[in-house]
Each structure stands twice: as structure tokens, then as C-alpha cells.
């Protein structure tokens, strides 16, 4: 298990990392999430003892990084600016980190071969992708067959078919029971492959729930319109919805019957069955579900659910 207590860490008067405090468990993949300048990636560097906290811990089973002895047979760890000399292969690359490691040239191997790039062993990695160096760096974390795991952005630069590949890959190394923190600016990207989420904007928590949690955020909204819109207005606010008047602005109070609603929460059915009841013609009847990009969107940006 990860644990983060009330990390934070100052640049000067920047708080880069905020009291932030959250779990990650074993078995499940977490996704960390948050806009580009979050404090993710800050977060990951605090974890692995590359920079110092100003306060709070990051710990492993109840052990900060630094006091873990062979700390790469443990926690495996690719963040987003690792660097390879272009010179080397990725073979060369993974025998070069071996010894330290503590693994033999056969691992080398078998985690070119589990990354899919057993076929480009000997390449120099100056000719890979992004999305290949990509794939590298996972080689790298998994070197030491770790049983947590700390992935920056793990996706970037991969094409469709490397990114179902690599929610495979991570879905199973769960199911095998290893923690797996893997972070994304995008939630798209990572909806269908992690179990639960932790959501930070400007270096604070903005939401820690499970992924579905997160999706019943998705509220149903329902647009509504009627050929009496005093009518339909009356039928509104007599049945209590949460509901925005079209074409007024937002927490404004229409002089007039707007011409339709967004009502949040019932269901199209459902209002379609009041109007009928209260023998009012809908001009028009739409489900519009929120996505969970504009759950994140809004929960990123300050501004709450609506």
C-alpha cells in the first residue's frame, strides 16, 4: 500500500503540493489525476525521495523510499522525463541497470519481450518513438518484478493499439495484487483502466472516490421544451427540479417563461410522463448525459458540479 500524509511541497511562495492525502491499494489501479502543473508529477518525485517534502511523509507498507533496502525490487517507477542515451540500445539499457537491480540478463529480456519490444532489443533507443521509449520505461520499472508501481503518464505517445495494450498489461499486474499509481492529465484516457481515481488541481485534493463513485457524478440532465413555456415552467418548479432556464444566464432569475429547461437528475422518461399527466406538449424532449471529462472538467477548474 502507498500512503501520502499531508504532503506538501514549496518552491519560494509556490505551492507546487498541498496537504494532499490519499491511499493507493493493493490490487487495484489508482489513477492520479489533474490538469498539466498539478503537482503530479511533483507528487511522484516526493514519493521516490528525488526531492524533498517541506512536510508529510510518502510511505510503502509504512516505510518512506529512502529507508527501503534494494528499493527497485519493491517500487517500480517510470516518470514522464526519464531520459535514455540514444547511443545505447534498449538491451544495453536494461543490462546496464541490471547489477544494481540485482537481476540477471534473462529478466532483461523477458521484460523487453512483456513491453513488446523483444523485436527491437538491439535498436538504438536515439531510433525509437515516444511511444517506444514509452514502452522502455515501463521495461525499466518492472525490471525487479516490483510489487508496487509508479507510472508518469504511461500512455503519452502511445497509439491506440499501445494503449489497449497497456491497460492490459496493468489490469493484470492488479489482478496478480500489486499496487499501481499510474497518473494522466486525461482522464479519457485512462477510464477503462483504472478501479479508482485521485483528482488534484493547483497542488490541492479535488476528489478520491473509485472510479465508479466518480461516474454517478455524471449526473443525467434532460433538455425541455414546450409549446406553453409557462406552462412547462409551472410544471418545474411544482415538481422541485434542479433545473437551468435555456438562454438565461447562469443564477439569473428569467423575467419571462424561458423557452425550455436542462433538468438535472429525472430521467427523460420521467419528465416526459409529468408533462403528459399535466397535459402539456414538449416541443422537444433530450437526454444529455455528462461525461466524465466534464465531471473532471469542472472539478478541476473550481467551479463544482452543476
Given at each position: ?123 538504438r533507443v536515439g531510433q525509437f518513438s515516444m511511444g517506444m ?121 428569467p423575467a419571462h417563461p424561458p423557452p425550455g429547461w436542462v ?16 397535459n402539456l406538449e414538449l416541443t422537444q424532449l433530450a437526454s ?19
Amino acid at each position: 500500500m502507498i500512503e501520502v500524509s499531508h504532503l506538501t511541497k514549496r518552491f519560494g511562495s509556490l505551492a507546487a503540493v498541498e496537504d494532499l492525502s490519499f491511499r493507493v491499494e493493493p490490487g487495484r489501479v489508482t489513477g492520479f489525476l489533474g490538469p498539466n502543473g498539478a503537482g503530479k508529477t511533483t507528487t511522484l518525485r516526493l514519493a521516490l525521495a528525488l526531492i524533498r517534502p517541506t512536510a508529510g511523509t510518502v510511505t510503502f507498507d509504512g516505510r518512506p523510499y529512502a529507508a527501503i533496502p534494494k528499493p527497485a525490487k519493491q517500487i517500480g517507477a517510470a516518470l514522464e522525463a526519464a531520459s535514455f542515451h540514444p547511443g545505447r540500445t534498449a538491451l544495453g539499457h536494461l543490462r546496464m541497470l541490471a547489477p544494481e537491480v540485482g537481476v540477471s540478463d534473462k529478466r532483461c529480456r523477458e521484460v523487453l519481450e512483456l513491453v513488446g519490444l523483444s523485436q527491437d532489443a538491439k535498436r538504438r533507443v536515439g531510433q525509437f518513438s515516444m511511444g517506444m521509449r514509452g514502452r522502455l520505461g515501463v521495461a525499466v520499472a518492472l525490471l525487479g518484478d516490483p510489487g508496487v508501481l509508479l507510472l508518469d503518464e504511461p500512455t503519452n505517445g502511445l497509439d491506440p493499439e499501445g494503449i489497449s495494450w497497456m491497460r492490459s498489461l496493468l489490469r493484470a499486474m492488479a489482478g496478480q495484487g500489486r499496487t499501481i499509481l499510474i497518473s494522466s492529465h486525461l482522464l479519457g484516457e485512462v477510464e477503462n483502466t483504472v478501479h479508482d481515481v485521485v483528482i488534484i488541481a493547483k497542488g490541492r485534493m479535488v476528489h478520491h472516490s473509485s472510479l465508479a463513485e466518480l461516474r454517478a457524478l455524471a449526473q443525467p440532465k434532460t433538455l425541455v421544451a414546450a409549446a406553453d413555456p409557462a406552462a412547462l415552467t409551472a410544471l418545474v418548479r411544482s415538481r422541485g427540479w434542479q433545473a437551468t432556464p435555456l438562454g438565461v444566464p447562469d443564477g439569473a432569475d428569467p423575467a419571462h417563461p424561458p423557452p425550455g429547461w436542462v433538468v438535472a437528475g429525472p430521467p427523460a422518461q420521467e419528465i416526459g410522463h409529468a408533462a403528459f399527466a399535466a397535459n402539456l406538449e414538449l416541443t422537444q424532449l433530450a437526454s444529455q448525459r455528462a461525461g466524465l471529462e466534464q465531471v473532471f472538467f469542472q472539478l478541476t477548474q473550481g467551479g463544482g458540479l452543476k
